[in-house]
């Protein structure tokens, strides 16, 4: 059995409707993979910018916040020194004025 022009043809045709159908979903696929490497590339430059912008203002302002916490227990042990030696004081006081 041989084949005519004629079927042929419509095997040809069935073979361009299948992988026109195909080439229709590649083209889809390859538009959606450039919308994905573009929001990639947006999404790399958006890191870079927080990276090299954003972490050494936020180092300093950790920075900044440590030392006045530092500062601040200090200053708390100060006092605390402080409140310790004013009641001690304030025991001598009531010794005195019981003793006179």
Avoid: C, W
Avoid at 38 to 67: A, D, H
């Amino acid at each position: 059995m041989s084949l005519t022009k004629k079927d042929l043809q419509a095997i040809g045709n069935l073979f361009d409707e299948r992988f026109g159908k195909v080439d229709s979903r590649l083209d889809k696929v390859d538009s959606r993979l450039d919308a994905l490497e573009r929001n990639q590339e947006i999404t790399i430059r958006s890191l870079l910018v927080i990276e090299n912008e954003y972490i050494p203002k936020i180092n300093v302002t950790l920075e900044g916040l440590v030392g006045a916490i530092e500062k601040n227990t200090e200053q708390d042990k100060r006092i605390k020194s402080l409140e310790t030696k004013v009641e001690n004081h304030d025991v001598r006081i009531n010794a005195m004025e019981f003793a006179v």
